[in-house]
């Protein structure tokens, strides 16, 4: 304790007073231990790092290598700075205990964040680690990680307030649970927004800037804010929509960040065939049909196939029933994958599918399914109108019609031509 009065006695003896000799004392050995302590910190760090980089690309594992990317060993670097920190406080702050009792109680608390710190590291190591493990790859590996990290964070908070406030811990924590009844019951909101941000923040789940949809609070548009007990989600009609936190964990909503982040945006739409247009297509329908550029290489390649198997089996072709043949759905069907496969607007490297769903009582839907290369929202919607003006136009070429429910005039018109 007496070095930490040698500047204080070298002023006071040059004619300074007693109170600038001591404030310049202290702010000199509080300038000198953080050069020092910023000095160890690096040297350790550098030092923790590098021996764990070097391990790590000498072991078989790759849990090690988790380590490093999480920042553990950085982390476990700020122990001993912090350790001498705390030792030098009491010679900093010799002269002024006040002082020396926040300073200490401040770097306690840092402590306990650093602890979390190193924790949260681990178990994020620990969860990365878990999840390359294949038989565990099925489990909510997640949720255990969260368990923990919850329980963390509740006792480091509960130690950080036991410190500021110089009460024992178990007699906070015995405070603390005979007013926990009232201070759910007055905080429940803030309880559950508390619970809800830290799960939405470790699941990652919501953005602020990512396009949600809500549909039991009608929200439709992208994230604004996000805070304690409410998410905002401005619209697209520019309108705002205010949801509680906790209902992001509670209820399903729809984040079109994966679609965003993606090769392109989905196209999925589908067109009701009249059932009474379908039909098998004669020698003379597939002739007119190879006039279609782009399939007309597969109709001869195809055709030729047909007419080959039902001449080896001896198929009789009086009726276009018997043996195999090309139907004017079909042949729609391979044109319109032609058509989507060839457009500049899809995406090639993605799914590209055109498919029958099951038939109805309007027809049989025929449904489109691809991306495309383009995920802005007005460009998507004029693709993708594109490709059906001219999928629907082409529709009468191939002798098929599309199903459209009778209205008033069809009645009208089929009334006046009946015979009187």
Not at 260 to 272: A, F, Q, T, V, Y
Request: charged letters at 20%.
């Amino acid at each position: 304790m007496k070095n930490a009065h040698l500047l204080y006695d070298y002023l006071v003896s040059t004619g300074i007073s007693e109170t600038s000799s001591a404030y310049i004392n202290m702010f000199a050995l509080l300038i000198a231990v953080l050069i020092i302590a910023f000095l160890i910190d690096f040297i350790i760090k550098t030092i923790i790092v590098q021996l764990f980089s070097r391990f790590a690309l000498k072991s078989k594992t790759n849990f090690d290598d988790l380590l490093v990317k999480n920042k553990v060993p950085r982390n476990i670097a700020h122990i001993v700075p912090l350790i001498f920190a705390l030792e030098c406080v009491p010679f900093v702050f010799i002269d002024y205990p006040y002082i020396e009792n926040l300073v200490q109680k401040g770097l306690e608390v840092f402590t306990i964040v650093l602890i979390l710190w190193i924790v949260r590291s681990l178990l994020s190591a620990l969860k990365d680690y878990l999840k390359t493990v294949p038989r565990l790859k099925d489990k909510p590996v997640d949720s255990y990680i969260q368990v923990f990290m919850i329980f963390s964070w509740t006792f480091g908070i509960l130690s950080a307030f036991a410190i500021i406030t110089g009460i024992e811990f178990i007699k906070f924590i015995t405070t603390i649970g005979a007013a926990s009844a009232v201070i759910i019951l007055i905080f429940k909101d803030t309880i559950l927004g508390f619970v809800a941000s830290i799960q939405v923040s470790i699941n990652d789940m919501v953005r602020i800037g990512d396009w949600i949809t809500f549909e039991k609070y009608g929200a439709d548009g992208d994230v604004t804010e996000i805070n304690l007990s409410t998410v905002k989600v401005q619209n697209f009609d520019k309108t705002i929509t205010t949801i509680p936190t906790y209902a992001l964990i509670s209820d399903s909503f729809k984040n079109w960040r994966g679609m965003e982040d993606s090769d392109g945006r989905r196209i999925k739409r589908s067109l009701n065939i009249n059932l009474e247009s379908i039909h098998y297509l004669s020698k003379e329908e597939v002739d007119n049909l190879k006039k279609i550029q782009s399939i007309t290489t597969y109709l001869e390649t195809r055709q030729a196939n047909i007419d080959d198997y039902n001449k080896k089996n001896n198929i009789n072709k009086e009726l276009l029933l018997n043996g195999r043949n090309l139907t004017n759905i079909g042949v729609f069907r391979k044109y319109i994958e032609t058509y989507i496969e060839n457009h500049s607007g899809t995406n090639k490297e993605m799914m590209i599918m055109v498919r029958q769903l099951e038939p109805g009582s309007q027809g049989i839907p025929l449904e489109i399914y691809t991306f495309s290369n383009d995920k802005r929202w007005k460009n998507y919607e004029y693709i993708m109108s594109d490709i059906f003006d001219h999928i629907i136009a082409a529709v009468p070429y191939f002798n098929l019609e599309i199903f459209e429910l009778p209205s008033n005039s069809s009645f009208s018109v089929q009334k006046n031509n009946l015979p009187s």
